[in-house]
T-cell receptor, first 111, second 118 residues
Framework: SQQGEEDPQALSIQEGENATMNCSYK?????LQWYRQNSGRGLVHLIL?????REKHSGRLRVTLDTSKKSSSLLITASRAADTASYFC???????????FGQGTRLTINP | DGGITQSPKYLFRKEGQNVTLSCEQN?????MYWYRQDPGQGLRLIYY???????QKGDIAEGYSVSREKKESFPLTVTSAQKNPTAFYLC?????????????????FGDGTRLSIL
């Protein structure tokens, strides 16, 4: 099965609410990264969190990492219609030269 | 502005035909990657290259080929051996860190090429 699995697969909320997406993985990582993809476009990097970090913030984004549970979460606060997109976690495995992507969470923000 | 350019945006392939997808970057990045994305799915790695004239197979390399003759360019050929080529193809690059390869560096993506079969 996938190294990175995301939950939920789809999330629909009202504008102004907070959105939380989760990512679980199986093997030891060097870092975990979150990306956003608008429909029909490439991925845009959001946040990178290293294995020795527990939390990082960037604007309205907050990422946590729990290496004991092999999981991460992405919180988007005060959501906006422009946040509608798919969000992917990607893990940089220790000793590997590549990222492994999850299947993504499709987020819809309703006005 | 620096970035990654993928062309064409849409591409059609006839049965038995090879097609080549272009990926060019002016970010002076060392490493480049090709991914395949199927509808509603995540990205799967096809090939990657850390330096010029060197590349490695990813998880789904069968039916694909690449070259890395210049630092800026990493074209992907979808050969007739790839029986199900219809997908969205994404190219990415990153700057190699001082220590290690991809360590703690984000990838930068192009806007993709959508390949369909006629």
């Amino acid at each position: 099965s996938q190294q990175g699995e995301e939950d939920p697969q789809a999330l629909s909320i009202q504008e102004g609410e907070n959105a939380t997406m989760n990512c679980s993985y199986k093997t030891s990582i060097n870092n975990l990264q979150w990306y956003r993809q608008n429909s029909g476009r490439g991925l845009v990097h959001l946040i990178l969190i290293r294995s020795n970090e527990r939390e990082k913030h960037s604007g309205r984004l907050r990422v946590t990492l729990d290496t004991s549970k092999k999981s991460s979460s992405l919180l988007i606060t005060a959501s906006r219609a422009a946040d509608t997109a798919s969000y992917f976690c990607a893990t940089a495995l220790q000793g590997a030269q590549k990222l492994v992507f999850g299947q993504g969470t499709r987020l819809t923000i309703n006005p | 502005d620096g970035g990654i350019t993928q062309s064409p945006k849409y591409l059609f392939r006839k049965e038995g035909q090879n097609v080549t997808l272009s990926c060019e970057q002016n970010l002076n990045h060392d490493a480049m990657y090709w991914y395949r994305q199927d509808p509603g799915q995540g990205l799967r790695l096809i090939y990657y290259s850390q330096i010029v004239n060197d590349f490695q197979k990813g998880d789904i390399a069968e039916g694909y080929s690449v070259s890395r003759e210049k630092k800026e360019s990493f074209p992907l050929t979808v050969t007739s051996a790839q029986k199900n080529p219809t997908a969205f193809y994404l190219c990415a690059s990153l700057k190699v860190g001082v220590v290690g390869f991809h360590i703690n560096q984000p990838q930068h993506f192009g806007d993709g090429t959508r390949l369909s079969i006629l």
